[in-house]
Each structure stands twice: as structure tokens, then as C-alpha cells.
């Protein structure tokens, strides 16, 4: 049977990604790098990778037999894959709102874009930067501004202590210190 008129998987191209969640009636909070960098990405998407693997494709489809060209092939997915990533940049880039953590440089209270240090009732320290959802880098030590551990943290205090629900029970943490970049500085 002829590949050439076979339907390919819906999912393929499905444009509903899983977008991280948002709270009911909450905002796309970002960092100004962390916008720069997803917008970065957008044009570089648009500008430069897009139309390199459009060339490759036309020039794979004007070799004739598409249904064992593996350029074709592998330039078409590739071109799904990118229209995909920029359909997902363009909406999140749209409902963004960029937030700008050294506003609250020399503040001991946590906020959106604080870097806080906290100790475990066990005695054990950790540091974390509450970021938007879609800039978190885990490797890093950030976290989600709507993740658990952020959420019990925002809007406490050095000194005060807090209460995190785990998966083992209640944690009791306290804040160390909390910190945010200098006006002016690289976030």
C-alpha cells in the first residue's frame, strides 16, 4: 500500500501542549531573562532554524521519490517539531508578565524572584530562586513561583517559619536569609 495518502497520527501536530499550569486567575510571571531568553529562542526559531530546514526540504522533495527520502522525511518532522515549539513560545510569551526581582533588592521578605535559604527541622540547609514556570532550570536550584515549596515561602520573612505538606507528612522550615539581585545587574 502507498504511504502517499495515509494520515498521519494526530498527535503529531496536536497544537494543545501540555502547558504547565497556571492557579485559576493567576499570572505567567517571568523574569526579564527569563523573557529574553524564550523570545531568544522564538526569533532564532523563525529566523534562522525554520528556513534552513525549509531549504532542506525543498531540496529533498525536488529529488523525486519522497517516500524513502529520509531528508523529506526527517526535514518534515523536524518542521512539526519547530512549528510546534513556536506555537507554544508565541502563547506563553502573550500571557507573560514579566516581573522584575531587583525592585525588591535589600527586602528580607520573599517575593517572586528571591533566591531564600531555608533549614529543615532536621537541621539541613537549601537554597532555592523562585522563577517563572516556564524559565525553571531544577539543576539550578530554582523552583516554580506555584510549586509547593514557593508557595509555602512567598511572602514570609527571614526568621519566620513556615509549614511545607510532603508526601511524609508535615516539614517545618525556616527562613535563613533571602536575597535578590542588585538594580542594574544580570538576573
Avoid at 85 to 103: G, M, N, S, W, Y
Avoid at 128 to 156: M, Y
Avoid at 163 to 172: A, N
Wanted: aromatic letters at 6%; a negative charge.
Amino acid at each position: 500500500m502507498s504511504k502517499a495518502f495515509t494520515k498521519e497520527a494526530e498527535s503529531d501536530d496536536d497544537d494543545d501542549l501540555a502547558l504547565p499550569p497556571l492557579p485559576a486567575g493567576g499570572k505567567n510571571y517571568i523574569t526579564p531573562a527569563g523573557y529574553l531568553r524564550l523570545r531568544t529562542e522564538l526569533i532564532n526559531l523563525i529566523d534562522a532554524e525554520r528556513p534552513k530546514v525549509v531549504e532542506i526540504v525543498h531540496w529533498a522533495a525536488s529529488n523525486g521519490d519522497r517516500s524513502e527520502n529520509g531528508d523529506y522525511i526527517y526535514g518534515k518532522k523536524r518542521l512539526r517539531e519547530i512549528d510546534r515549539r513556536i506555537r507554544f513560545l508565541t502563547k506563553r510569551l502573550d500571557i507573560a508578565e514579566v516581573a522584575d526581582p531587583t525592585q525588591h533588592h535589600g527586602t528580607d521578605q520573599v517575593f517572586f524572584g528571591a533566591t531564600v535559604t531555608y533549614e529543615n527541622s532536621a537541621g539541613v540547609s537549601r537554597t532555592i530562586t523562585i522563577k517563572g514556570i516556564d524559565e525553571v532550570d531544577n539543576l539550578q536550584g530554582e523552583v516554580s513561583w506555584v510549586s509547593p515549596i514557593a508557595r509555602a515561602l512567598l511572602k514570609s520573612r527571614e526568621g519566620d517559619e513556615v509549614q511545607l505538606m510532603t508526601p511524609g507528612g508535615l516539614e517545618r522550615l525556616e527562613v535563613i536569609k533571602v536575597l535578590y539581585p542588585a538594580p542594574g545587574t544580570c538576573h
